[in-house]
């Protein structure tokens, strides 16, 4: 059992089968490549659920030397023992709380991914602040907001992604950013950046995504 391709019994956690979709990964893998690169020692993945993301961040950091840290944060237990039970790297630790006080449950970091999971938070401009707060100099914040654009047919995933994430030269990217959510980071602390589309995954109506840079 993985995080990713979870046991009938893990069906009972709802957003799991949302995990299933191509789209999920493709989307979220490539944002990942964005803001994870050798010198990101500490990453947070925020609402880690059942691990899926926590996961693709462990595939992106394989044979990283030195290994990295990676933490992922969720306010629910049994979505924490999922992750625990689907996922026994030992880079890995899963720690029970909010976004919202984020600081008090994370030192600091060299980059904090919230995918996913983000619209869930009704208070956003208290989050930012609490990621600006454990960020380094330097770190990098990546977000998205994934939802389904149109009805779900047999053999087709439909999707859309609206959100940020930010990145630095170190990463080799150029950074983006989005309409409808680049404007929440600017009353937070963080910077505005320029745009870069990117290519729709297969079997999937085209995505609209965004990256905002962190200086």
């Not at 940020?164 to 170190?170: I, L, N, V």
């Not at 680049?182 to 937070?188: E, G």
């Amino acid at each position: 059992m993985t995080a990713l391709n979870p046991t009938a019994d893990e069906d009972r956690f709802s957003f799991t089968p949302f995990t299933r979709h191509p789209f999920f990964t493709y989307v979220n893998r490539w944002i990942l490549e964005r803001v994870i690169c050798p010198g990101r020692q500490v990453i947070v993945d925020l609402g880690c659920g059942p691990g899926a993301i926590t996961e693709l961040i462990l595939e992106r950091v394989q044979g990283q030397q030195p290994p990295p840290h990676v933490i992922g944060v969720d306010p629910s237990p049994s979505a924490l023992q999922k992750a625990r039970a689907a996922i026994s790297s030992k880079l890995a630790e899963f720690v029970q709380g909010s976004a919202e006080w984020l600081s008090k449950l994370v030192k600091s970091a060299d980059t904090v991914v919230f995918l996913n999971a983000i619209h869930l938070m009704p208070d956003k401009e208290q989050v930012l602040k609490e990621i600006r707060r454990v960020l380094k100099p330097g770190g990098l914040l990546a977000f998205n907001s994934t939802f389904f654009a149109a009805p779900m047919s047999k053999g087709r995933a439909a999707s859309g992604v609206a959100g940020s994430c930010a990145q630095s030269k170190r990463c080799g990217r150029k950074a983006s950013k989005s309409s409808t959510m680049a404007t929440p980071p600017r009353w937070s602390g963080f910077p505005p950046s320029n745009t870069e589309p990117h290519a729709p995954p297969p079997d999937c109506v085209p995505l609209r995504s965004s990256c905002c840079a962190l200086t």
